[in-house]
């Protein structure tokens, strides 16, 4: 078995990944330096409308699907339905990827778990006793992994400027028997995803080229056992809150009538048949209240779907099971060539540990707690993945190495035919997504599914919809076109018209090479878009604070372009700085203030309006418990203290004892900590904006 295998997967390298459809010729268009070889991509003719203009649109005109929810699977439905020439409108409570859209793992994966569950019972297997004891074989699990690796092609190539392959090592420490089943792990892996594979292949690692690759990884696993090797696979990776945006982008461009902040307050009946027909709209920046009429409604709430289809109808059933996946952000560790870790939890859970956007993101953690609009992960969630990263990494991490933490919740659901059937507990759970219909109103629901699978999601509750459409609608409505879709800023998706664009902001700019290849990652083709709102005030190129690459002009950019209206869609949603580090975000808060400030026309009132809840925000992402908060005078004593701590390489240990003499909280720990390893210029003024943040907070 493992010959066969292994010859077929020697096989799957000769067949070619999937290209990259190539777009209109319209959209085309390369500029050619005038020194020669290719530069940055034109100037984009697509100007997204104003947000009056949709609001316009949503109340003179009538739409064929309202969507209700503006995350991934909600902003892939209007896309979906765009292409295919009906008219859409969506409206979206909070901000555009707010929710479990931007609090995921940022991975496009197939499912190492899924895989490894359609063969064992129990996992991580201990020993070949222990394999031999729980093997089974589940189908139902190679279905799901068959389908999300097809998506994670597509989403690599829908956008490839931001979603790129990314290698991830699978350490083995159990015994040698955990070297050849792994390989058979990773060969099956790859030859599921078949020709649009889409990524580079597995292969094992020698523990020599694995310590290279991530130096950090243990020798030997937390119970002394030595690391034997590494299987290397490859998944996807995303910016996950910035790729729902372009979704959304690519739909209005479609057509789509999209805006955030619009609160639906009730739902439309036709009195004659009783099926929904629109919905009431408030927009909860202005109060103004629009009737926005539509044939077909289409709910696409995640875990808060349950609350639509109630007030559908009231007497139903609800299917959603929230689960909480926590993550923290930790600083980088130094990996050439990007690598990232993932392994099995001694609970039989996968647990991650990778590069993203200059920081390194671990997690996920699988634990219930009620729905909330803002959730929060739990000390107890946050010792269990820096826990489990001590198992195999070499650098002792606690509280002091998080920067940030933040959880989503993901919105599980039960199959309401396994329900009907009398099945209970997790045997009632939907490991794939579904699509829900209340036949009497006429509400489609579309809930369950990950990240990865956006886009099957939206053609399923398209399909659905067109199901029970009118004959006129279903007559122009064309076929699902997103699978050779390609999203805003893409370009013609070469990797040469990208690293032309970077050279080309480095070199006209005068951008550091970070920041240009950041700018191109962000917004692909879009980016000469961000650098021209500079050409009249160039201190809109420098970066916004020092810990992070964006530029000043992203803020600018995205008040104009990408419907920002708040401090906390800047600084989670648009940046990404509360999740790369949420105390360095509250000090880059009063520059992002002063932009949005000039751009959106706030009086004084609004900023500081703005700016306590953009505090309010970060403290979401503080993973300390709320009982640990400093005391005024514990503060005062902790700065005394923290004036009188110079940059070292002890700085772990001072900071500790400043902890246990002062009473100061694990996070302001983490703070003395970062800060004093800084250059002593560095630090002292980092020293001094920290005062004086924790002043403003606690008087």
Same mark, same amino acid.
Request: glycine share 8%.
């Given at each position: 078995?493992?010959?066969?295998? @292994? ?12 290209? =990259?459809?190539?777009? %209109? ?7 050619? %330096? ?5 530069? @940055? ?39 979906? %339905?765009?292409?295919?020439?009906? +008219?859409?409108?969506? !409206? ?13 793992? +940022? ?11 359609? #063969? ?12 031999? /004891? ?26 490839? #400027? ?7 090592? !699978? ?7 955990? !070297?050849?089943?792994m390989l058979a792990v990773g060969i099956m892996y790859d030859l599921i995803a078949g020709t649009r594979r889409a990524v580079p292949g597995s292969r094992l690692v020698s523990p020599e080229d694995a310590r290279a690759a991530f130096p950090a990884l243990a020798e030997a696993d937390s119970e002394g056992r030595k690391l034997l090797g590494c299987l290397l696979i490859h998944d996807g990776q995303q910016n996950d809150a910035r ?6 982008? =690519? ?6 009538? @999209?805006?955030n902040y619009a609160e639906v307050k009730q739902l439309s009946r036709d009195p004659a048949t009783g099926r929904l027909s629109g919905a009431l709209v408030r927009d909860r920046i202005t109060g103004r209240e629009i009737n926005v009429r539509a044939a077909q409604v289409v709910n696409a709430c995640g875990v808060f779907a349950d609350g639509v289809r109630r007030m559908a109808e009231p007497g139903c059933a609800e299917i959603m099971v929230p689960s909480y996946g926590a993550h923290v952000a930790l600083e980088r560790f130094e990996a050439p060539g990007r690598m990232g870790l993932v392994w099995f939890t001694n609970d039989?859970? *996968? ?24 959730? $929060?992960?739990?000390?107890?969630? !946050? ?5 489990? @990263? ?5 650098? /002792? ?16 659901? /039960? ?115 961000? *650098? ?98 400093? $005391? ?32 100061? =909280? ?34």
């Amino acid at each position: 078995l493992a010959l066969v295998l @292994c010859a077929l997967h020697a096989w799957s390298f000769r067949v070619p990944g999937p290209r =990259s459809p190539r777009l %209109a010729s319209s959209q085309l268009q390369r500029v050619q %330096a005038a020194r020669g070889g290719p530069r @940055c991509a034109p100037r984009l003719a697509f100007e997204p409308p104003s947000r009056d203009a949709i609001l316009g649109r949503m109340q003179d005109e009538e739409f064929d699907i309202l969507v209700i929810g503006g995350g991934a699977t909600g902003l892939g439905v209007a896309l979906d %339905a765009s292409l295919r020439g009906l +008219k859409v409108a969506l !409206v979206e409570r909070s901000d555009f990827s707010s929710g479990t859209s931007s609090r995921s793992t +940022k991975l496009i994966h197939g499912g190492l778990r899924y895989l490894a569950q359609a #063969f064992q019972k129990k996992l991580p297997p201990r020993s070949i006793p222990d394999v031999i /004891r729980n093997l089974r074989f589940e189908p139902a699990y190679l279905r799901i992994v068959a389908a999300d690796l097809k998506e994670r092609a597509f989403v690599l190539a829908s956008a490839p #400027f931001m979603a790129e392959p990314i290698p991830m090592m !699978v350490p083995l420490y159990a015994g040698w028997w955990e !070297v050849p089943m792994m390989l058979a792990v990773g060969i099956m892996y790859d030859l599921i995803a078949g020709t649009r594979r889409a990524v580079p292949g597995s292969r094992l690692v020698s523990p020599e080229d694995a310590r290279a690759a991530f130096p950090a990884l243990a020798e030997a696993d937390s119970e002394g056992r030595k690391l034997l090797g590494c299987l290397l696979i490859h998944d996807g990776q995303q910016n996950d809150a910035r790729m729902g945006l372009h979704i959304g982008l =690519s739909a209005i461009k479609e057509g789509a009538a @999209c805006t955030n902040y619009a609160e639906v307050k009730q739902l439309s009946r036709d009195p004659a048949t009783g099926r929904l027909s629109g919905a009431l709209v408030r927009d909860r920046i202005t109060g103004r209240e629009i009737n926005v009429r539509a044939a077909q409604v289409v709910n696409a709430c995640g875990v808060f779907a349950d609350g639509v289809r109630r007030m559908a109808e009231p007497g139903c059933a609800e299917i959603m099971v929230p689960s909480y996946g926590a993550h923290v952000a930790l600083e980088r560790f130094e990996a050439p060539g990007r690598m990232g870790l993932v392994w099995f939890t001694n609970d039989g859970r *996968v647990l991650y540990l990778l590069p993203w956007e200059g920081s390194t993101i671990a997690g996920t953690t699988d634990t219930e707690g009620p729905i909330s609009f803002e959730p $929060k992960p739990t000390p107890k969630d !946050v010792d269990f993945i820096l826990s489990e @990263c001590n198992r195999v990494v070499d650098r /002792r991490l606690d509280a002091a190495s998080v920067r940030s933490a933040w959880a989503g919740i993901r919105p599980l659901v /039960r199959n309401p035919e396994a329900a009907a059937a009398g099945a209970e507990g997790t045997a009632a759970l939907s490991r794939d997504h579904v699509v829900d219909v209340l036949e009497g109103s006429g509400l489609v629901s579309i809930v369950g599914g990950k990240w990865t699978t956006y886009r099957k999601m939206a053609e399923d509750a398209v399909d659905a919809c067109l199901a029970r459409a009118e004959p006129a609608v279903r007559a122009r409505a064309g076929p699902c076109r997103t699978l050779d879709n390609r999203l805003v800023g893409t370009g013609d998706g070469s990797p040469e018209t990208y690293r032309a664009q970077e050279a080309a902001l480095r070199r006209d700019h005068g951008l550091s090479e970070a920041a240009a290849a950041h700018l191109t990652r962000t917004y692909g083709t879009r980016a000469m878009d961000v *650098v021209a709102i500079a050409a009249g005030e160039p201190a809109l190129l420098e970066p916004v604070h020092p810990a992070f690459v964006q530029i000043m002009a992203e803020i600018v950019h995205a008040c104009r372009n990408e419907y920002a209206l708040s401090a906390v869609d800047m600084i989670a949603h648009r940046t990404r700085f509360s999740f790369l580090d949420a105390m360095a975000a509250a000090e880059a808060l009063p520059a992002v203030l002063e932009l949005m400030a000039r751009e959106l026309g706030w009086a004084r009132e609004k900023v500081d309006e703005q700016e306590q809840a953009a505090r309010t925000f970060l403290a979401t992402m503080d993973p300390k418990p709320t009982a640990d908060e400093p $005391k005024p005078a514990a503060m005062a004593q902790a700065v005394i203290e923290l004036r009188h701590v110079p940059p070292s390489r002890n700085a772990t240990i001072q900071a500790h004892a400043v902890h246990k003499a002062a009473g100061c =909280s694990q996070v302001a720990v983490h703070t003395i900590e970062s800060r004093a390893r800084m250059k002593t210029f560095q630090y002292e003024n980092a020293i001094n904006k920290s005062v004086r943040i924790r002043k403003d907070r606690w008087g």
